[in-house]
């Protein structure tokens, strides 16, 4: 169901495969020109290479692998300005970062992690598995298991960070860390959990509908290179 009145312009971003630094980066990019209103609201849609992040909470001992190992396994870390404790990216994910105006939307902090946790919910929902939510943690999971990690920054009234819902990635990875610093759950996947599961694009593809329903948003594709570009147009011409 639509949680906004009016439909609004926005861009859809798909970056494929790529490396954690670049795409943090490019938040930070656009962050800036979304706060100056040079553009409008933006959707990354990305899966990354082998990462542990940790947020502005992590405990360290949550990472349970040596450096040596996690070099060896080619998993890097990164400590990160999102809320939250550790967690773990990789291919198999479809790893989404909204750079939303908060006060466009009308929603607070909270209210916004409620949406995003709602905006998962119905893709992992249209798959035929129910979800359900934790009191004590913020995310969306499958019976005791999280199925996708959420942690967000709001800077000046601009989100990053965003999600990272499991399709088929390696679960193995999830044995380097406690996730989120939660011992009494699991890890799970749309693999996992369905007979036939869907392909990284059909969840991506489903993903970027469930957000345009229920943030209002006519998505319009662009690449990251053109989006940067017509920031700095309208830049210049502000200038």
């Known amino acids: 169901m639509r949680t906004d009145r009016l439909t609004r312009h926005a861009w859809l971003v798909v970056l494929g495969r790529a490396p954690y630094d670049a795409v943090h980066n490019l938040q930070l990019e656009l962050v800036e020109l979304r ?3 040079l553009i409008d609201d933006v959707l990354i849609l990305v899966e990354h290479e082998p990462v ?6 992590a405990e360290r001992s949550n990472i349970l ?3 040596e190992r996690l070099c ?3 998993v890097a870390v990164r400590e990160v300005e999102r809320g939250g404790d550790v967690t773990y990216h990789g291919p198999g994910q479809v790893v989404g970062y909204p750079i939303v105006r908060l ?3 009308l929603a607070g902090a909270s209210d916004y992690m409620h949406r995003l946790e709602d905006t998962v ?27 996708c990690a959420l942690g967000v920054r709001v800077r000046r009234g601009i989100t990053f960070h965003g999600l990272a819902l499991n399709v088929d990635p390696d679960v193995t990875h999830w044995g ?8 009494d759950g699991g890890v799970t996947s749309l693999a996992a959990e369905l007979s036939d599961p869907p392909t990284l694009r059909e969840v991506r593809n489903r993903l970027a509908t469930q957000f345009a329903e229920r943030f209002g948003w006519d998505l319009e594709p662009t690449t990251a290179e053109d989006l ?12």
């Open 121 to 147: 919910a119905a893709v992992v929902e249209s798959y035929g598995l129910a979800t359900c939510r934790r009191k004590d943690a913020i995310g969306v999971w499958v019976g005791d298991n999280k199925i």
């Open 228 to 239: 940067l570009r017509l920031g700095q147009n309208a830049a210049d011409q502000e200038a």
């Open 52 to 57: 542990i992040t940790c947020g502005r909470r």
């Open 65 to 67: 692998a040596s450096d």
């Open 35 to 37: 706060r100056r209103d």
């Open 176 to 183: 380097l860390i406690i996730p989120c610093g939660i011992r």
């Open 103 to 105: 006060r466009d939307h």
């Open 72 to 74: 060896e396994l080619g």
